[in-house]
């Protein structure tokens, strides 16, 4: 069975930082391209950032650049999101995406929320 499990989220104050993994289970997993992206309320989910099979980081959005870093484990099936000096903008549902192909999967999310 595929799984995609995400955790770390919670509420944090403006400036502080936070951890988010998203642990695979289920199919080859340092064969998969994976993604972070966040869902505000009211608004369309976007992609954070694209982690290759190589763990190489990409395509940060723009207003996260300089503040996240999205690496993997391919030991642990993991991928992470290391989110510093966050912003009340910040606050949204985080989501891991998995991607091969015509293949692809996702987690269930988990809640970032920044706030004073």
């Known amino acids: 069975q595929v799984q995609l499990v995400e955790s770390g989220g919670g509420l944090v104050h403006p400036g502080e930082s936070l951890k988010l993994s998203c642990v695979a289970s289920?199919?080859?997993?340092?064969?998969?391209?994976m993604r972070w992206y966040r869902q505000a309320p009211g608004k369309e989910r976007e992609l954070v950032t694209m982690?290759?099979?190589?763990?190489?980081?990409?395509n940060y959005a723009d207003s996260v650049k300089g503040r996240f870093t999205g690496f993997r484990d391919n030991a642990k099936n993991t991928v992470y999101l290391q989110m510093n000096s966050l912003k009340p903008e910040d606050t949204a549902v985080y989501y891991c995406?998995?991607?091969?192909?015509?293949?692809?999967?996702w987690g269930q999310g988990t809640q970032v929320t920044v706030s004073s």
């Open positions: 995406r998995a991607s091969r192909g015509f293949y692809e999967y």
């Open positions: 289920g199919f080859t997993f340092s064969t998969y391209t």
């Open positions: 982690i290759t099979t190589a763990s190489g980081s990409t």
